[in-house]
């Protein structure tokens, strides 16, 4: 199991610090002065099994690369990388991070979904996540 959780990754997208806030997983303290300074997290689940924060960028434009630079890394690093994309009412973007993993990798499959309610509500309209799956 352990080494299946290092060859496994996930990297969060958050457009707003809004839904962080509701969900309670962000002080409204935090999300003020977040918001403020425009900063976005990119979160990710650590091998314990936590989400964690993977970076943090101030712009939307600046956390879109930087999570699909954040997933491109991880993937060099694992044997035969699959990807697997999710959103929340952002299939452009989502089509743009598959886009952008192709150049990279040259790998057509890449599976895009919409993302489930339970994540939806933490990340909000307009999120999205990479998965990076590699072999051990």
Same mark, same amino acid.
Not at 105 to 121: D, G, H
């Given at each position: 199991?352990?080494?299946?959780?290092?060859?496994?990754?996930?990297?969060?997208?958050?457009?707003?610090?809004?839904?962080?806030?509701?969900?309670?997983?962000?002080?409204?303290?935090?999300?003020?002065?977040?918001?403020?300074?425009?900063?976005?997290?990119?979160?990710?689940?650590?091998?314990?099994?936590?989400?964690?924060?993977?970076?943090?960028?101030?712009?939307?434009?600046?956390?879109?690369?930087?999570?699909?630079?954040?997933?491109?890394?991880?993937?060099? =690093? %694992?044997? &035969?990388?699959?990807?697997?994309?999710?959103?929340? @009412?952002? $299939?452009? !973007?989502?089509?743009?991070? +598959?886009?952008?993993?192709? =150049? %990279?990798? &040259?790998?057509?499959?890449?599976?895009?979904?919409? @993302?489930? $309610?339970? !994540?939806?509500?933490?990340? +909000?309209?307009?999120?999205?996540?990479?998965?990076?799956?590699?072999?051990?």
């Amino acid at each position: 199991l352990k080494i299946a959780a290092d060859n496994v990754k996930i990297f969060i997208s958050i457009p707003t610090l809004k839904y962080l806030m509701r969900s309670g997983r962000l002080s409204k303290t935090k999300g003020f002065l977040g918001t403020l300074l425009n900063l976005k997290p990119i979160m990710t689940v650590s091998p314990d099994g936590y989400i964690v924060e993977a970076a943090k960028v101030i712009g939307q434009k600046r956390v879109i690369h930087k999570t699909v630079d954040l997933a491109i890394q991880f993937a060099k =690093n %694992v044997k &035969n990388p699959r990807f697997g994309i999710t959103h929340v @009412a952002a $299939p452009e !973007l989502a089509q743009w991070y +598959g886009y952008k993993i192709r =150049n %990279v990798f &040259n790998y057509s499959k890449i599976m895009i979904s919409e @993302a489930s $309610p339970a !994540l939806s509500v933490h990340i +909000g309209i307009g999120g999205a996540a990479i998965a990076v799956l590699g072999d051990s």
